[in-house]
T-cell receptor, first 116, second 108 residues
Framework: GAGVSQSPSNKVTEKGKDVELRCDPI?????LYWYRQRLGQGLEFLIY????????KSGLPSDRFSAERTGESVSTLTIQRTQQEDSAVYLC??????????????FGNGTRLTVT | GQQLNQSPQSMFIQEGEDVSMNCTSS?????WLWYKQDPGEGPVLLIA?????ELTSNGRLTAQFGITRKDSFLNISASIPSDVGIYFC????????FGAGTRLTVKP
């Protein structure tokens, strides 16, 4: 597609369940990013991929969070044993290359996660 | 660290007024970006700045990359109701960091 696509757009889950969020980046973009945005707040950096590699996982909030990317394309963000504090919009973005300065991020519309 | 301080946090203005918001940091950035986020959507890129001192316009929007590389501002001239939204600055050094956003309300 022309832009970054995220699915599902909305997800309601019960506390303790696992969820998987999917991101399809812009074709040809080697860098992919995950951010979290709590209601009325700014963007909290979670993790980025250059190709299929994630060099820095320190932004992930806890060991319940993990992310992977395959084929330098689709990425999934998995949250295990969800907690109510995980409720937020999870935004994915991609860019041509992580190391290029003139390579702005393009965002998807996010997945709104609600943990009940 | 690479913390960005964005101000003001919110603005309430009358249609037709000019708007100015800025971001500052104690760290040097190589790139400054400005995004706008509408409700229920992801941030959309407005202006990208890649050189210190660069001044770039996009319609009624003007943004500058500060000479010290530690700040940037965004101006919106002659605001209209559809300018309503949250504006984020983003700076790139080792990675991309975002300001906390400026929530703009425009009264007709």
């Amino acid at each position: 597609g022309a832009g970054v696509s995220q699915s599902p757009s909305n997800k309601v889950t019960e506390k303790g369940k696992d969820v998987e969020l999917r991101c399809d980046p812009i074709s040809g973009h080697t860098a992919l990013y995950w951010y979290r945005q709590r209601l009325g707040q700014g963007l909290e950096f979670l993790i980025y991929f250059q190709g299929n590699s994630a060099p820095d996982k320190s932004g992930l909030p806890s060991d319940r969070f993990s992310a992977e990317r395959t084929g330098e394309s689709v990425s999934t963000l998995t949250i295990q044993r969800t907690q109510q504090e995980d409720s937020a919009v999870y935004l994915c973005a991609s860019s041509r290359d992580y190391f290029l300065n003139n390579s702005p991020l393009h965002f998807g519309n996010g997945t709104r996660l609600t943990v009940t | 660290g690479q913390q960005l301080n964005q101000s003001p946090q919110s603005m309430f203005i009358q249609e037709g007024e000019d708007v100015s918001m800025n971001c500052t940091s104690s760290s040097i950035f190589n790139t400054w970006l400005w995004y706008k986020q509408d409700p229920g959507e992801g941030p959309v890129l407005l202006i990208a700045l890649y050189k210190a001192g660069e001044l770039t316009s996009n319609g009624r929007l003007t943004a500058q990359f500060g000479i010290t590389r530690k700040d940037s501002f965004l101006n919106i001239s002659a605001s209209i109701p559809s300018d309503v939204g949250i504006y984020f600055c983003a700076g790139r050094a080792n990675d991309m960091r975002f300001g906390a956003g400026t929530r703009l309300t425009v009264k007709p």
